[in-house]
């Protein structure tokens, strides 16, 4: 059974960092995706970035390009998500989701790329870090 379990939600003020973490366990594919997707209050999910731990390629949202950078650490199950120059529209929940087949990363990776709600291509996720950025 696979499990995600997120950390390194907080509060910060426009314009801070803040770097997430996700533990994988129970992974034992070679070619999975794991990825975060957002929800705010009152909105729909949004895709905010994905990658390809195999080979490390990954996609982003077009609201959070330039400003997030998403890696890995294979040996350690583990995945980062280093948000820098956080906005107040970037106050979610964030959800950290794995992807297990090869349809399901495609469909992840693409909806994530173009922001739009990857969460059904995701086979797993786990409970969501609160991420608030005050004005």
């Known amino acids: 059974e696979v499990q995600v379990v997120e950390s390194g939600g907080d509060l910060v003020q426009t314009g801070g960092s803040l770097r997430l973490s996700c533990i994988a366990s129970?992974?034992?594919?070679?070619?999975?995706?794991i990825g975060w997707f957002r929800q705010a209050p009152g909105k729909e999910r949004e895709g905010v970035s994905c990658?390809?731990?195999?080979?490390?390629?990954?996609v982003y949202a077009p609201s959070v390009k330039g400003r997030f950078t998403i890696s890995s650490d294979n040996a350690k199950n583990t995945m980062y998500l280093e948000m820098n120059n956080l906005r107040p529209e970037d106050t979610a929940v964030y959800y950290c989701?794995?992807?297990?087949?090869?349809?399901?990363?495609?469909?992840?990776?693409?909806?994530?790329?173009?922001?739009?709600?990857?969460?059904?291509?995701?086979?797993?996720w786990g409970e969501g870090t609160q991420v608030t950025v005050s004005s």
């Open positions: 990658i390809k731990p195999r080979d490390g390629t990954s």
């Open positions: 989701a794995v992807a297990l087949s090869p349809r399901r990363v495609s469909i992840a990776v693409i909806k994530t790329a173009r922001g739009e709600d990857p969460s059904a291509a995701y086979d797993s």
């Open positions: 129970g992974v034992t594919f070679d070619d999975y995706a």
